[in-house]
């Protein structure tokens, strides 16, 4: 299996309302030399995190221990620039399941559901919302429900829902990468093999 499943998920969040937030950002190109997903949460915003000298920069909210969960919040056109997919190795593995924003960039939706992360595409209103109910309760929870494609605030209720591609959430639903996918239809793919041999 590639990764966790991801079904239903309930978590507080971290907001970073940042407009076009591009991949060298999230992850800066001196950082691109390994080639396994493993450590790059380390350097996950590293030039935003960090001073020269490595020390935390403390008006940053990933060094705020208010705000905790596994779900980011970001602003809109969030992941542009290069199609780097590190981008997206490094908020995995710095423990995020979920980015929601109200528009990203094509490669990195991609990039971010290829290895298990679910893109929640919403409406900026809704998205202001979002915004709004972490900074009156930096506890507040929200509800991202894959199966029935919705997003809810949950202490007031207020829902959304998000499109996904079938397959990419039949995917994210079961764990599986692109050849994890393949995989679990060996026998399948066999016996139509089978049956085309004259």
Sequence with gaps: MAYDKFNILRSSAVPMPIENV????IIPARFLKATKREGFGDNLFRDWRYNTDGSPKQDF???NPTY??????GGHNFGSGSSREHAAWAIY????RCVVSSFFADIF???SINI???PVQVSPAFLDKIFLAIEANPAAELEVDLPAQTIT???TGEQESFAINGYKKNNLM???DDIDYLQAMKEEIGGFADKSIY
């Design 22 to 25: 591009d991949t060298d950002q």
């Design 61 to 63: 909210v990933l060094n």
């Design 68 to 73: 905790t969960g596994k779900i980011l919040v």
């Design 93 to 96: 593995d710095y423990g995020f």
């Design 109 to 111: 939706k991609g990039n």
């Design 116 to 118: 298990g992360i679910l």
């Design 153 to 155: 605030i949950v202490e």
């Design 174 to 176: 079961n764990g599986f």
